[in-house]
């Protein structure tokens, strides 16, 4: 049974730093490209970050790239995301999910919903102005 739970998420005032975490499990051995998604009230659910399964090629956002840092430690099997220089518009539930196709794509996969098979509950991040 694959199990994705985020955590980290909270309060912080613009311009702090928040890190999440999403611990994976059952997930294949072979591994699974992960992303971040993410949802504010009243609006769909849109992409953040994803790193392939070889964790070699990381994709963001346009309006978080240079603020935000996908990582993964397979060991932990767990995957990060680093949010720095935080916006009020980056309040939102952030969602992890996972990807287990055995194919590496571009950019463009990562960024929908559809490419991914499991995700997790979410976590709330709130950034007061």
């Known amino acids: 049974q694959v199990q994705l739970v985020e955590s980290g998420g909270g309060l912080v005032q613009a311009g702090g730093s928040l890190r999440l975490s999403c611990a994976t499990s059952g997930l294949p051995r072979s591994r699974a490209a992960m992303g971040w998604f993410r949802q504010a009230p009243g609006e769909e659910r849109e992409f953040v970050a994803a790193?392939?399964?070889?964790?070699?090629?990381?994709y963001y956002a346009d309006s978080v790239k240079g603020r935000f840092t996908i990582s993964r430690d397979n060991a932990k099997n767990t995957v990060y995301l680093q949010m720095n220089s935080l916006k009020p518009e980056d309040t939102a539930v952030y969602y992890c999910?996972?990807?287990?196709?055995?194919?590496?794509?571009?950019?463009?996969?990562?960024?929908?919903?559809?490419?991914?098979?499991?995700w997790g509950q979410g976590t709330q991040v709130t950034v007061s102005s």
């Open positions: 999910a996972a990807d287990v196709g055995p194919i590496e794509y571009t950019a463009g996969y990562y960024y929908r919903l559809q490419s991914y098979d499991y």
């Open positions: 790193v392939t399964r070889s964790g070699g090629t990381t």
